[in-house]
């Protein structure tokens, strides 16, 4: 008796642990983004114009109430992914594009159009982010689609190196630490300058040097030569500006082992 | 082996020990030993404090030691309901049946540990060397240490003293995986006065720890949506430089009545440098190793932390006073690069952000004030902060805060049955007055003023109280119960807070609104001893009307790195579960402890769980301990642990899969001639099987970021004592 007693009191003083409570519904369901439509198509890569207006069409639906749309553009050259794709960097892009922007929703669906207008001194590949929240707090997936903006504008630079080489970086060995460029470039509205500069892995400058172009639509620089000062990392620009202020650019690293 | 079952107020760290011949007497004082140890068997599980009715855990310098983990927070958590929330390696603060932070105190002398603990990634100043043996107090002790100990306290126990005229302590650590390297020197000097009247000693401890970029078994991360590789899993600008020094000086006088004196002086300094993944919009070239593992590069948070305390105690008649002064100065300065986005702060510079606090604190207390059959304690305390702010980004303004509280406590034992009665009152009160800020940022190229934070006051008063019993209704049955009325004031991050948390990866709003967090908790304790087994249980039951927690808001941050917005919110809130844990002697040298511990709440405004809340946890660990000769000692020991999955979440909150995890550790100890000197060499090592899994309470668990992998830490350490 005296046992059960104790016994009694230990599974008493457990039991009075438990929480019994009747969960009513609660809305944790996400709502999502069915559709990213950019110029009227749907699809992870799109090509869009520099200077253009991009039309998005967002489709969006939630079980209960939807909340806030959020958009934002962002440069994707620098290798990040969004859970997919390669995230492999080819060349920087030219120029700056960021937006941002957040609408309110309401309702079980809702489509949002809106308008973005490209600017028109970029290239390069850039992100559209979609993220969407319900009246619950509940957030969507998000989806991401591929802007790769085409800019024929920009002067098109050619570059043509010795020593030649397909791999990233190039190689080069320290015995002869020497580069040579040779540089065309094209612009409908005529070249007025080239700019050539190579830093090393901590940023400090090794090599610059200026051209004037002369507003020539098609510009060759001839034979540039650098030769670098030590075993290293180093990066390689090559800038050229148009007569209307337009720029492109080239990069390429090189690494002298 | 037997088990001694009885009253051990000696169990001071040998403080009897050594002053036996000269303040016998005075010395089993309860104000020097605030909580006497019902000791039931050598092993944690069977210590608690017979005369109070909260549960506590006493972990000796044994068990901490050969519990070591890469930080304070997580040597704890081989407790019962006790975790530690991550931020990476080595940064982390301890979780108390789910609670952390603002509702878990760490007190050093009756002093409260004050720094930046609001952020959830701000790990505890305080290293593990200078750090003799802790007291875990579970549940609500908010009577003793105020509305910020509602989840429980951690009690930093005064190193133990010296059994001869000196010691010295020499520890050298050396780990793989984050290549962390640490040195720690110790050495404490004691003097007697003539005729034994007063005993007093200076310690001195320091120590340098230094770590490098760690390592992961990941292959790549995400964060604000993007996906970026880590190359070899190792996490860029993780290093972490750290230093640390405790000094004191103690006087024990007990000629005719007992007097206490010290003063103590503790340094910590962290430079830590951080995932620049984390800071700002994520970008390839910030997370790409720079070749040096060792280097804190940009971003970082470099964290200083000083605490001065002078605390005196003395008897006179039967009536003890106790006094407690502290200065404690918290500095931590985030460093980083100015973010790019559509909003851009105009100020140059790269201080990101600056957290200056600077924190004052008093206590007072008369106790053993006896009334018939009654024992009473009254107390006064209080608190004065100063915190400013620096750097182009924003978190918590300039403020001030004044807090004071009064209690009374109370104490009575038993009539029928061996224990005590306790129970007390306490009013507290406490006021902010915050300043506003104005910052010029740019919108998109067209400057912008923008107004995180308008000057405001605010106060807050509320009465708390609490009784229970603590009851040995047989020799081998001890209850405890304890119910209790909570208070806690909101802090100034959870009414101020408004920005991009680099720490948690969000957009954190406080609420000016936000009112006292008022609660009823209940908890429950017994313990069964046996010949050669003790058992113990430890259920608890909390109800809270207005719970403050961050909770996920349907509005995005207008900030460029800033998702989903996160405000702080007042829901209710039940919370129940308990501990359960069973320890056997096998042999003399050999015995086993195995543990479950589980925690279920319920938010009943979004009849949703709390976010961050502990899975369900099995704990299984055997040590073995071979004694070869009087010099010789071998011990062995390790500890499985499996977590449940964590389904049960929050909204938005991730959840976790299952995972085991073994823990392991051996150490040697050699015994000079005479016991003047020893030396032990240790090795220790966690998650062995090397497993990959998803902590989730770990703030990198959002980053889609695995745990660390098998750590082993190698260890030598040599002690040296003088003439008794």
């Known amino acids: ?257 | 082996m037997k088990k001694i079952l009885g009253i051990c107020c000696s169990l001071w760290w040998g403080q009897l020990d050594a002053q036996n011949s000269d303040t016998t007497g005075v010395l089993d004082s309860d104000s020097l030993h605030p909580l006497e140890h019902l000791v039931i068997s050598d092993s944690w599980i069977g210590t608690t404090d017979r005369k109070s009715s909260i549960d506590v855990t006493l972990i000796n310098p044994e068990d901490w030691r050969s519990n070591r983990a890469l930080s304070f927070a997580q040597s704890l958590t081989f407790l019962p309901g006790v975790s530690a929330q991550n931020t990476g390696v080595g940064i982390a603060r301890p979780v108390i049946r789910g609670m952390s932070g603002q509702r878990i105190v760490v007190i050093e002398r009756n002093v409260k540990q004050e720094g930046q603990q609001w952020g959830s990634d701000h790990g505890l100043e305080l290293d593990m060397f200078t750090v003799d043996a802790v007291e875990v107090l579970k549940g609500a002790v908010g009577l003793m240490y105020g509305g910020d100990a509602i989840g429980g306290a951690i009690r930093i126990l005064s190193p133990r003293w010296s059994t001869g005229k000196w010691d010295s302590r020499l520890q050298v650590l050396g780990s793989d995986n984050n290549q962390e390297r640490s040195i720690g020197f110790s050495h404490q000097q004691k003097w007697k006065g003539k005729k034994g009247g007063y005993v007093q000693r200076v310690f001195v401890a320091i120590q340098t720890k230094k770590s490098s970029d760690y390592r992961l078994p990941a292959d790549s991360f995400t964060y604000l949506n993007r996906t970026l590789p880590l190359n070899q899993g190792v996490l860029n600008n993780t290093a972490i430089d750290e230093q640390s020094a405790l000094c004191l000086w103690e006087m024990i006088h007990g000629y005719r009545q007992l007097h206490h004196l010290t003063f103590q002086y503790r340094w910590f300094d962290q430079n830590s440098g951080l995932f620049p993944g984390l800071v700002g919009i994520p970008t390839l070239a910030s997370v790409t190793s720079d070749g040096n593992f060792r280097n804190i590069g940009m971003p970082n948070a470099h964290v200083n932390h000083h605490k001065w305390i002078l605390q005196a105690e003395g008897r006179w008649g039967n009536v003890s006073h106790a006094l407690e002064l502290a200065l404690q100065i918290n500095n931590r300065i985030e460093k980083s690069i100015p973010h790019q986005g559509p909003y851009q702060i105009l100020d140059g510079g790269d201080e990101a952000l600056s957290l200056d606090l600077r924190d004052v604190q008093g206590r007072y207390t008369v106790s053993h004030i006896h009334w018939e059959a009654s024992q009473f304690e009254v107390g006064t305390s209080f608190q004065k902060q100063w915190n400013s702010r620096g750097g182009f980004e924003f978190l918590i303004p300039d403020f001030q805060k004044n807090a004071t509280g009064t209690w009374v406590i109370w104490n009575r034992p038993l009539i029928k049955h061996s224990g005590q009665w306790n129970g007390g009152m306490r009013w507290d009160y406490a006021s902010y007055q915050m300043k506003g800020l104005s910052q010029w940022i740019s919108n998109n190229g067209a400057d912008m003023l923008w107004q995180p934070a308008i000057g405001v006051n605010k106060m807050f008063q509320g009465i708390s109280g609490s009784v229970g019993q603590s009851i040995s209704t047989s020799n081998d049955w001890h209850w405890k119960w304890h119910v209790g009325r909570t208070l806690r004031v909101p802090q100034a991050s959870e009414l101020f807070v408004n920005g991009v948390h680099h720490g948690t990866f969000r957009h954190e709003q406080g609420d000016q609104n936000l009112t006292t967090e008022r609660g009823w908790q209940w908890d429950g304790m017994a313990i069964k001893t046996h010949q050669d087994w003790v058992m113990k249980c430890s259920p608890f039951v909390q109800y809270y009307n207005s719970y403050i927690y961050l909770s996920p808001q349907a509005t995005f941050s207008y900030l460029p790195d800033g998702g989903q917005l996160y405000a702080y919110v007042q829901h209710p809130v039940w919370m129940a579960g308990g501990e359960c844990s069973l320890d056997k002697h096998w042999l003399p040298q050999l015995h086993s402890d195995v543990s479950v511990e589980y925690i279920y709440n319920y938010n009943t405004a979004t009849t949703l769980p709390l976010p961050f809340t502990p899975p369900l946890q099995l704990k299984w660990g055997s040590t073995y301990t071979h004694q070869w000769s009087s010099r010789w000692e071998w011990n062995c020991q390790f500890q499985v642990r499996y977590v449940a999955a964590k389904n049960r979440v929050d909204r938005n909150e991730q959840s976790t899969t299952d995972y085991s995890l073994l823990h392991g550790g051996m150490s040697l100890e050699y015994h000079g001639k005479d016991e003047r000197w020893s030396c032990l060499w240790t090795l220790n090592a966690r998650n062995l099987t090397n497993v990959k899994y998803m902590n989730n309470l770990s703030n990198y668990r959002v980053l889609q970021l695995p745990e660390q992998g098998r750590w082993i830490q190698i260890g030598i350490e040599f002690k040296w004592h003088g003439q008794k």
């Open chain 1, 1 to 257: 008796m005296k046992n059960a007693k104790k016994w009694g009191r230990l599974v008493l003083m457990a039991g009075s642990g438990l929480v019994y409570g009747c969960q009513p519904e609660t809305d944790t369901t996400r709502p999502e983004i069915t559709s990213v439509t950019v110029d009227g198509l749907i699809g992870e890569n799109h090509l869009v114009h520099a200077g253009e207006a991009m039309q998005v069409s967002l489709d969006l639906r939630d079980n209960e109430n939807l909340r806030q749309v959020k958009i934002n553009v962002h440069p994707a050259d620098d290798g990040h992914t969004h859970g997919s794709g390669s995230g492999a960097v080819t060349q920087p892009n030219v120029g700056t594009w960021t937006y941002s922007n957040i609408i309110d929703l309401e309702g079980t669906h809702a489509i949002t159009q809106l308008s973005l207008n490209v600017p028109v001194n970029i290239a390069g590949e850039w992100h559209l982010e979609v993220m969407a929240i319900d009246a619950s707090g509940n957030e969507a997936i998000e989806k991401v689609v591929n802007l790769e903006v085409d800019n024929p504008a920009l002067p098109v630079i050619s570059v043509i190196t010795n020593p030649t080489s397909n791999t990233e970086p190039l190689m080069i060995l320290a015995s002869n630490p020497v580069l040579s460029l040779n540089v065309a470039v094209t612009d409908a509205s005529g070249v007025d300058s080239l700019f050539v500069q190579t830093t090393n892995a901590v940023d400090e400058v090794v090599f610059s040097q200026s051209l004037d172009a002369t507003d020539a639509v098609e510009f060759t620089s001839g034979n540039i030569e650098m030769t670098f000062p030590s075993v290293g990392l180093y990066n390689v620009q090559v800038r050229a500006l148009d007569v209307n202020g337009f720029e492109n650019l080239w990069v390429r690293q090189v690494e002298v082992q």
